[in-house]
């Protein structure tokens, strides 16, 4: 997958590069089945997405893990174009983190990409023993050749944003990346841009608070995640903490792909609104509210004002466009970002939610919409949920969803996609002058799975892409 050259590592020399990379042609994204009437592992599915092949659309292979009920979340790389210039390196294993057993898999997608399998299990009590973490989310690897994971908690799911580091080849666990006692209170997502000696860290809230649903008197007393952390990447120190006004529950965080650049945006959840961070002159940071997403009032929901969810954001490789899903409202939207602090909004698109017209929730007053949407029925089928998970592809020309957020918060908020069953769909992109299309020949139907219907995830291209890879 690499750009044709005699001593290349992994991925490409500059994210305008990768956007010339070849087309994708299969997807990984793990498959939940925790909180589904199902008994049966977690897996990683591969789907065929060449409109090309006669599997088009098609779940081409499952690999189940040897567990139950570890909750895949997200994945993430051995290597990346971060090890460029190491022609050692070769993206080989994909590493699927467990949210809520800690274990970690890391899964062999070289040998065979059409069918991968297991290459090794990484035990919690490895993790607990050497980190004194657990619940973990993102995995990102780095230019020494290790992969870093960030943690939500410790062990007893108390709140803890650490960072386990792997080694690279062998994935043994050789401690936390951060120094000891150094872990932020609380953890979720994080980007590191090394020409900044920077990473971001973000908050959800501690595993035991969200594990088994969301309850709002939690946001009232405090203990969703409000803050930004920043750390100086060579001294694995934090050195700053950003205070977000109006931005609770941050969570993917997205600097801009010029390794150059010294500002990124990080999407706040239940607030609604994406915020700006960047570097102020003295070497200190700072972070603004540039896109904000009103709340509807509703009637038949769980609170009076329903809030769009901001779940997943995205930054096209040539830093032109920012994509991100409001799960609840039900909307995918894409903003130009030539301006960085003046997002202008440029597509728009309803993909399922939670105000579809004639469902249990009644729209009374909306400062975005004259009506509420209709329901999204792809190739016969009523989508259930809403989008959630995000992938771009490289050229920027296509845009893949899918529509569960966590197995709790899917059954809680959408018990309709326990039944059916969660899908991938993708979205045509106009990358001159913006604007989303839905293509009505895409569906992949989670509901249809041999075992019943699953819960798929975040999606990852066997040769990286833009949220998984970080150049330096």
């Known amino acids: 997958m690499a750009t044709e050259c005699g001593k290349c590592g992994p991925g490409y020399p500059s994210p305008l590069e990768a956007m010339k990379g070849p087309r994708e042609e299969i997807v990984y994204l793990p498959c939940i089945y925790r909180n589904t009437n199902t008994e049966a592992p977690d897996y990683l599915a591969t789907v065929d997405v060449d409109p090309k092949s006669p599997q088009y659309c098609q779940v081409i292979h499952r690999l189940p893990m040897p567990h139950l009920k570890d909750e895949l979340h997200h994945s993430g790389w051995n290597t990346c174009s971060s090890c460029f210039g190491d022609s050692t ?3 080989t294993k994909l590493l699927l983190p467990s949210l809520i057993s800690s274990r970690i898999y890391v899964v062999d997608v070289g040998t065979e990409p059409r069918a991968p399998k297991l ?10 023993a050497k980190c004194d973490l657990g619940y973990l989310h993102t995995t990102h690897c ?9 943690s939500l908690g410790d062990p007893k799911g108390n709140g803890k944003g650490g960072f386990v580091l ?3 080849e062998t994935f043994e666990v050789k401690g936390t990346w ?6 932020a209170p609380m953890g979720y997502d994080f980007w590191y841009q090394p020409r900044h000696n920077v990473m971001v860290s973000t908050e959800w809230a501690a595993p035991n608070v969200l594990q088994d649903g969301f309850n709002p008197a939690d946001v009232e007393a405090g203990l969703y995640g409000n803050h930004l952390h920043v750390w100086d990447w ?17 969570l993917e965080i997205r600097f801009l792909h010029n390794p150059a650049a010294d500002q990124g945006f990080v999407g706040c959840a239940l607030s609604s609104n ?3 961070f960047y570097k102020n002159e003295g070497g200190t940071w700072s972070v603004e509210k540039v896109i904000q997403v009103p709340p509807k009032k509703v009637k038949g929901w769980m609170l009076p004002e329903m809030p769009g969810l901001i779940t997943d954001i995205l930054l ?19 903003y130009d970002i030539s301006d960085p602090q003046r997002p202008r909004l440029t597509g728009q698109l309803f993909l399922g939610g939670s105000i579809v017209k004639g469902g249990p929730v009644q729209v009374l007053e909306d400062q975005e919409l004259n009506s509420q949407p209709e329901p999204l029925v792809v190739k016969g089928k009523q989508v259930a949920g809403g989008p959630q998970m995000i992938q771009l592809s490289l050229d920027g020309k296509r845009l893949y969803v899918t529509t569960s957020l966590y197995s709790a918060w899917d059954k809680q908020f959408y018990p309709d996609l326990i039944r059916e069953g969660s899908v991938m769909l993708q979205i045509d992109v106009d990358t001159v002058t913006g604007g989303l299309k839905l293509n009505p020949n895409f569906l992949v139907d989670f509901g249809k799975e041999p075992l019943g219907p699953a819960l798929a995830h975040e999606l990852r291209y066997p040769g990286g892409d833009c949220s998984s890879d970080i150049w330096l």
């Not at 096209?316 to 894409?334: A, E, I, K, M, T």
């Open 142 to 150: 780095l230019a020494s050749g290790e992969v870093m994971i960030s």
């Open 316 to 334: 096209s490789l040539d830093d032109h466009f920012l994509y991100f899903s409001n799960w609840l409202h039900g909307d995918l939207r894409q």
């Open 166 to 168: 792997l080694d690279g």
């Open 234 to 250: 060579q001294r694995h120190e934090r050195v700053q903490t950003l205070t977000l006004q109006d931005g609770l529950i941050p």
């Open 274 to 276: 994406i915020q700006r």
């Open 119 to 128: 290459h090794k299990v990484v035990e919690p009590k490895d993790i607990h």
């Open 178 to 183: 951060e120094r000891p006692g150094g872990a």
């Open 89 to 91: 390196k070769s993206r």
